[in-house]
């Protein structure tokens, strides 16, 4: 049987290999996609972390509800999670380091603060444009990775309305930096 969009699910859950590869061939690009970005310090890690995420799907496939929403967004969320695991090892593996590191070590701390430091303000300048609400709303979903349905219920925003505000901040961000590169 042929892996088509309609039953990729059910073949995994078969334990049929063509269900797997259909996922591998339609979303393995936007999955490298999500662990580039978390992994970019440590590409050589990449692949071994995208054999994760798949064995992780053909092994818990059955975590998988369609009433609860769409396999990609579960399928993205498997490879968000295995991404921070990877990312999670190599800093654990990173942290013993030669005493003839630790000088090198120190320096580059010195220009990450220096460099996270003028992010934050430029970060800041950015989200002036929004209200206060808007603004911490846009730090705890872009900045503190948070889920938006979560950021929405600490700040007592209904999941419609986090949408909504999410969007039109962008739109009012997106016309900010308009404006600056015009001028």
Known sequence: MRA??????????????????????????LLKSI???????????????M?????????NIDCFDESKGSFLNWA????????????????????VVPLEEIEILQ?????STFAQQELSKE????????????RELFRRVFLDEEEPEEAGKAMGISRENVYVRIFRGKKKIRNKFGERKRA
Do not use: H, M
Request: glycine share 6%.
């Open 35 to 49: 662990v580039n970005k978390r992994l970019f310090s440590s590409p050589e890690r990449v692949e071994e972390c």
């Open 4 to 29: 088509n969009k309609d039953n990729f699910v059910e073949l995994i859950r078969k334990r049929r290999e063509e269900g797997i590869l259909y996922v591998i061939e339609t979303y393995g690009g």
């Open 76 to 95: 993205a969320g498997v490879a968000r999670l295995e991404a921070i695991d990877t990312l999670r090892k190599v800093q654990r593996e990173q942290k």
């Open 51 to 59: 054999n994760d995420i798949f064995l992780g799907i053909w092994r």
């Open 123 to 134: 970060t800041e300048e950015i989200l002036k444009c929004l209200s206060p609400k808007d």
């Open 107 to 111: 320096e580059d701390t010195t220009w």
